[in-house]
């Protein structure tokens, strides 16, 4: 018997790779509320919105995270184009922000240059409750001024953006300096010193971050690199003292804002590019496991990507992990989708009169489906109840030859005939014209 012989097989199902998923209109609620809340708020500090493209050079990601960070040895989807480029799906929003600010000369521009951006990131993550592969990042960059006070208006405005999203409550704000990167690099031989002939109670990952990248050592999450941690040399006395002025004066505005933060000597973040402060927003009950945010100050990274000299700080927030937290504390999100009216008809005829009359239905602002199938009158009704239409419309033969329409309250199981010239008025009526949809952006273009 040969494999010829065999029923073929069904066709498998295609599914979505591992670590990605649909954003499926449930969703799509809370992405929009999202949106809003951030552009809002935005918009109420001056930021303007920004997109850079999907992918870069991948020279762009690795010059500005840095060669030796988990996310580009590790997690960068990296492909060559047809001419053997190498490009990379950002994994982050910051590079591309620095590298768009560079190229179209926005130095020339009154600074501070503050940019604000929702966006898709890549990363090669292990799949797991709020780490995947591809999930959508919103944040805020301020380029072109240094200033405590612009660090602590944006750990501000991240925090405000968390309160309007019900979640303040779940989460700390962990903050900390790492000062600059030649008083950083003074405290880094430091601490591979102190970890000589302790190698061995170390992790994999540290044993390698002791070599590439030892501060990284101080925020591993394993118990016995944790212990280790916390008996090494403390980094805030290594510092300049200018990072430590700026810092203090920082943490002065927090307090006259009224944010409450967590003081983090061990908090260093994951990518390279930042410089003096350093935040980040923990989810209360995981701890540095899934934060929220982070962000911070990253002063030399505009030179290092070829630009001139500029000081920029910023933050940036996982949407996911944002909507995990909403959701969990059963927050539900306002949302405009719910539709008003379901017409039923019956027959060619009734179709034909339907059609102008829903166009004039939805150019009241009744939001309405509908004109559609040929199952009888009962089967569209059960279909207006399973789309949580509270009012269905009912035109079958009799009712085109009378002129009239059924409006039924499908909640009540009531209805009453209408004078066809008058549906569009007792559905008004009966919606309230304070419910109605009545957004039509096309419109601002003509006012
Ligand atoms: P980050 O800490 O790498 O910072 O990412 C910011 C946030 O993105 C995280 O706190 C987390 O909520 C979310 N996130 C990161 N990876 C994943 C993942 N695999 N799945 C789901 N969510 C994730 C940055 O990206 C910096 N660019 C922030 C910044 C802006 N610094 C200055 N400006």
Redesign the pocket.
């Known amino acids: 018997m040969t494999g010829m012989d065999e029923k073929p097989k069904k066709h498998e199902q295609f599914q979505t790779p591992k670590?990605v998923h649909d954003i499926l209109p449930e969703d799509h609620e809370y992405h929009t509320f999202i949106k809003k809340v951030v552009r809002h708020r935005a918009r109420q500090a001056g930021f303007r919105r920004i997109s850079t493209p999907m992918f870069e050079f991948t020279e762009v990601f690795k010059r500005s995270?840095g060669d030796t960070s988990d996310?580009v040895t590790k997690?960068m989807y990296t492909f060559q184009d047809r001419k053997g480029r190498s490009l990379t799906l950002k994994?982050?929003?910051?590079?591309g922000?620095v590298r768009a600010y560079i190229q179209n000369n926005m130095n020339q521009l009154p600074q501070p240059m503050m940019l604000y951006y929702y966006e898709p990131?890549f990363?090669y993550?292990r799949?797991q409750k709020?780490?995947?592969?591809q999930?959508?990042?919103f944040?805020?960059?301020i380029l072109g001024e240094s200033d405590p006070a612009l660090d602590a208006q944006l750990i501000q405005m991240a925090f405000k953006i968390c309160q309007d999203l019900g979640v303040d409550k779940l989460i700390s704000l962990q903050i900390n300096t790492i000062g600059t990167p030649e008083a950083r690099k003074k405290y880094m031989q430091v601490l591979q010193d102190f970890y000589v002939g302790k190698e061995r109670s170390l992790c994999e990952e540290c044993k390698i971050r002791l070599k590439k990248n030892p501060m990284r050592l101080l925020d591993c999450k394993e118990e016995d690199c944790q212990i280790l941690a916390g008996l090494a040399p403390v980094m805030r006395d290594y510092l300049d003292k200018e990072s430590i002025e700026f810092h203090e004066e920082m943490k002065g505005y927090l307090d006259e804002i009224g944010i409450k933060y967590t003081e983090n000597p061990k908090l260093v973040?994951?990518?390279d590019?930042?410089a003096k402060t350093v935040f980040?927003?923990w989810d209360k009950s995981e701890g540095a496991q899934?934060?929220?945010?982070?962000?911070?100050?990253?002063d030399g990274l505009m030179e290092l990507m070829g630009g001139q000299p500029t000081p920029?700080?910023?933050?940036?927030?996982?949407?996911?992990?944002?909507m995990a937290n909403m959701k969990r504390e059963k927050i539900r999100v306002p949302t405009k989708d719910d539709l008003h009216v379901f017409v039923a008809q019956l027959g060619k005829e009734a179709k034909r009169k339907c059609l102008p009359l829903i166009e004039q239905m939805r150019e009241s602002g009744l939001k309405t489906m509908g004109a559609m199938g040929k199952g009888a009158i009962n089967i569209q009704l059960k279909l207006a109840d399973k789309f949580k239409a509270p009012f269905a419309v009912i035109i079958g033969i009799t009712e085109v030859r009378e002129n009239v329409a059924i409006i039924r309250d499908m909640k009540k199981g009531v209805q009453e005939k209408v004078a066809f010239e008058d549906v569009i008025d007792r559905l008004v009526e009966l919606i309230g014209k304070k419910n109605l949809d009545k957004y039509s952006p096309g419109e601002l273009l003509y006012s």
């Open positions: 670590g995270i996310i997690e994994p982050e929003c910051t590079a922000v990131c990363r993550d799949p709020g780490r995947y592969r999930f959508w990042q944040g805020f960059e973040r994951g990518l590019y930042y980040e927003f899934n934060a929220i945010g982070g962000g911070g100050r990253y920029a700080v910023g933050f940036a927030a996982g949407v996911e992990r944002i």
